[in-house]
């Protein structure tokens, strides 16, 4: 006795030759669907007896994607980011898978009716926009010249104006020989964005009386280094430049017998719920990781339904946190 085969979505999309994701527009009723297409999927679910629950047919799938786990423990704002985005779409009633770029490979197989990414490196990003297809993408601190090509918005924190921020902070509390220490990502537009308005400020202070600015390049493996390089160049102030540095620079200073702040100043990017509690506690800049995502939650809503004039690029401003690593120079 031949045993009757399971029905379902992708069963149903062999026989109509189309996607997993249009048979479940149709089932769910959306208008972006040709008549067609949406006929010949009715008569095919008709004919099977396939039956489904309409409140998960009506569940959207959302995928957010990051780069791999070693991103999540050395990109510390990176985990509140995700957690964030998890509770506005489950809020909103979206499923929520999230992928790392080990898995992007294996997407197509997937059925989502959108994507959220929190990639930051060119190359991946570029791979992304290749599977994502004519689903919506919303990313978050990325800022690429793809969004006239299809449903794609950007939501970022101003990298500049958070560079600008931590100067003309210790600039105002008299520190002359200000360094910044930053890695050599390549291909990343978080690091390009502060490294070229560190630099354009470097080159406004040359020959004029602003505060002497220096820059100092290192690999992960070398921030020790960059940190000796800044002693030796006798540096009143440090920028950290991004999240992985925040907290390698406090232990390389310990490590060189330098006291925060009376031998030197530091200001970092903000580790969520590590800066207040290191000794001692970290000024630093705070990016708005809550409005970022709810705002990307709200823009992949508008996608899904069919809303128009839908925001490409949404920027948002940074915080200064003052506490206790920052020492004033003048009386």
Do not use: W
């Not at 040709?34 to 799938?61: M, R």
């Not at 197989?109 to 993408?137: C, W, Y």
């Not at 958070?162 to 200000?178: C, P």
């Not at 409005?291 to 839908?310: D, P």
């Amino acid at each position: 006795m031949r045993t009757k085969r399971s029905v379902n979505i992708r069963s149903v999309a062999r026989q109509a030759s189309v996607s997993p994701a249009t048979v479940s527009r149709v089932l769910n009723k959306e208008q972006n669907v040709k008549k067609k297409t949406h006929d010949q999927v009715l008569s095919i679910i008709k004919a099977s007896g396939y039956s489904f629950k309409p409140g998960l047919a009506q569940k959207k799938h959302i995928a957010v994607l990051y780069n791999n786990a070693a991103s999540l423990a050395q990109n510390y704002y990176l985990p509140p980011l995700l957690a964030n985005c998890e509770k506005h779409l489950v809020r909103n009633n979206y499923s929520v898978v999230f992928i790392s770029s080990a898995n992007f490979d294996y997407i197509n197989e997937l059925q989502f009716h959108g994507f959220i990414s929190l990639v930051h490196n060119r190359s991946t990003f570029d791979k992304i926009m290749q599977f994502t297809g004519h689903a919506p993408l919303v990313a978050i601190n990325s800022a690429y010249s793809h969004s006239c090509l299809k449903k794609v918005s950007f939501v970022y924190s101003d990298h500049s104006q958070s560079v600008r921020l931590a100067l003309d902070y210790l600039a105002g509390l008299g520190h002359n020989k200000t360094g910044m220490i930053s890695l050599r990502y390549q291909n990343d537009t978080l690091s390009f964005e502060r490294l070229k308005t560190y630099l354009d400020y470097c080159r406004k202070t040359i020959g004029k009386t602003k505060p002497n600015t220096y820059l100092f390049l290192c690999d992960d493996n070398t921030i020790g280094n960059a940190v000796a390089d800044a002693l030796q160049a006798g540096c009143t102030a440090l920028i950290a430049s991004s999240e992985t540095c925040s907290l390698k620079i406090p232990h390389y200073l310990a490590q060189y017998n330098v006291r925060i702040p009376d031998d030197i100043s530091l200001v970092t990017f903000e580790l969520p719920g590590i800066s207040e509690f290191l000794s001692p506690p970290l000024t630093s800049i705070r990016q708005p990781i809550e409005k970022m995502s709810e705002k990307a939650v709200e823009l992949m809503l508008q996608y899904l339904t069919g809303a128009k004039n839908i925001e490409k690029n949404i920027k948002f401003d940074n915080n200064l946190i003052f506490r206790s690593s920052v020492k004033p120079l003048f009386r």
